[in-house]
């Protein structure tokens, strides 16, 4: 049964998402984040797909480029994109989570802060 922060949550997130925006949730270690949005991706209505991505210590970028182009369609010799008539969203699940590099960066991130630019 849902309490009334999951609905609130699933209100912002359903209206900034079919606004066309990013939506980052953050909180603290067993809140609920990640249910939050795989409750509202497993329900979501029939033009929208969507595909699960999970950091780990050990993700890469090229981890993170083979997630994203196994769930999109070629469109054009380099451009993907969703099935036709629908929207994609992704859910990236522990974005703290990949190692630091030499430089005290994380790649997977940095590629996917330059998806979202």
Not at 9 to 26: D, E, P, R, S, W
């Amino acid at each position: 049964m849902p309490t009334s922060d999951t609905v609130k949550y699933n209100f912002l997130i359903k209206t900034l998402t079919n606004g066309g925006h990013n939506v980052l949730i953050t909180g603290e270690t067993g809140v609920g984040k990640s249910v939050v949005a795989r409750d509202y991706l497993m329900n979501t209505p029939t033009e929208i797909d969507s595909a699960f991505v999970n950091f780990s210590g050990k993700t890469t970028t090229k981890n993170l480029v083979d997630a994203f182009e196994s769930k999109l369609e070629s469109r054009r010799r380099e451009l993907l994109g969703p099935k036709p008539g629908k929207t994609m969203i992704f859910f990236v699940d522990d974005v703290n989570m990949p190692q630091l590099d030499q430089g005290r960066a994380q790649p997977p991130c940095e590629l996917l802060r330059q998806v979202l630019d």
